[in-house]
């Protein structure tokens, strides 16, 4: 079973990030950590923004990937899921 959202082509994926910068402006991806181990990637970040309403999120998260050849062929994407903070 699969949860959240799968999306596939390039621009399914630009209009992700666009929706994200939507809600939430200030939206940033930070204290990056990243490593390869052979056809495997990993990279571990802190996401933070503020929705429109001005409540803020602060969550850690990463990404996991599969590449061949150089290219990505699968992406997870998975969150810490957090309270948001009051403004």
């Not at 630009?14 to 990279?43: E, K, L, Q």
């Amino acid at each position: 079973m699969f949860y959240g959202t799968r999306l596939i082509g390039v621009q399914a994926i630009a209009n992700a990030f666009v929706d994200v910068w939507t809600a939430m402006p200030d939206a940033i991806w930070s204290h990056h950590s990243h490593f390869v181990c052979g056809d495997r990637a990993v990279s571990e970040w802190t996401f933070s923004g503020t929705n429109t309403r001005g409540e803020r999120i602060e969550a850690q998260g990463c990404d996991l990937f599969r590449h061949e050849a150089g290219v990505i062929v699968h992406k997870q994407a998975f969150r810490k899921q957090r309270p948001l903070i009051a403004p």
